[in-house]
């Protein structure tokens, strides 16, 4: 059986449990499945970039982030701002007099990106990031997991429904499936991003 779309999902879903009355409940298994799979994947297909002009202390995060790689100003010094704690940065304006200046480090303050020193002008901030995977619905038939890991969605949804239709024998069988599934997707990427050698520790020398 294919399983390539969101419909396609939906009915492998139903075949493997031997039901024809989930109809209404299997897309809330896929949905715990993806808010699961954003939680434990980071894989270089997540991976996007936005960039926006900042010229002040806040600034809004892209809707869809999950987590920060990196961001730098798009200056002729491309060196990464440093990222921090909120608390740190209080601490910084207050000993710096809140002084503006060309930032240099950033912190997630309250659902935004918090710069500081506070922009002494208009700056082009590029942010790399890992994004959501994009929901599967009615409107949205398939996406990059779907397309090159089905198993993860199929065993992620069918590990939601072992508690839902109280079957606790499936639930360890389905939950080993799933955590395999991620397991390898994981794999895959650290392979893909450093040719299968694995990270590699730098030593600088002093």
């Known amino acids: 059986m294919a399983i390539s779309t969101y419909t396609e999902l939906k009915a492998a ?7 024809d009355d989930l109809t209404s409940v299997i ?13 434990s994947v980071r894989h270089w297909r997540m991976e996007n970039r936005a960039s926006a002009e900042v010229d002040s202390q806040y600034s809004a995060i892209p809707a869809d982030m999950i987590e920060p790689i990196r961001l730098h100003l798009e200056t002729t010094n491309f060196r990464p701002l440093i990222a921090t704690s909120s608390i740190d940065l209080q601490e910084r304006r207050s000993d710096g007099l809140d002084v ?3 930032p240099q480090y950033y912190a997630f303050t309250q659902g935004e990106i918090e710069l500081y020193p506070t922009p002494d002008a208009t700056y082009n901030l590029e942010m790399n990031y890992y994004a959501r995977i994009p ?8 996406n990059w997991m779907l397309t090159y890991f089905p198993d993860a969605y199929l065993y992620g949804a069918l590990a939601h429904s072992a508690p839902y239709l109280g ?6 069988t389905w939950a080993a499936l799933y955590q395999n599934a991620i397991a390898g997707i994981m794999r895959e990427g650290e392979q893909a991003k450093f040719g299968g050698t694995g990270r590699r520790m730098k030593i600088r020398a002093y």
């Open 167 to 172: 079957e606790d024998a499936r639930t360890q």
């Open 135 to 142: 929901t599967l619905s009615g409107a949205v038939a398939t």
């Open 27 to 39: 897309p809330t298994f896929i949905s715990l499945a993806e808010a699961d799979m954003n939680r």
């Open 13 to 19: 879903i139903a075949d493997f449990l031997n039901r």
């Open 100 to 102: 503006a200046g060309k």
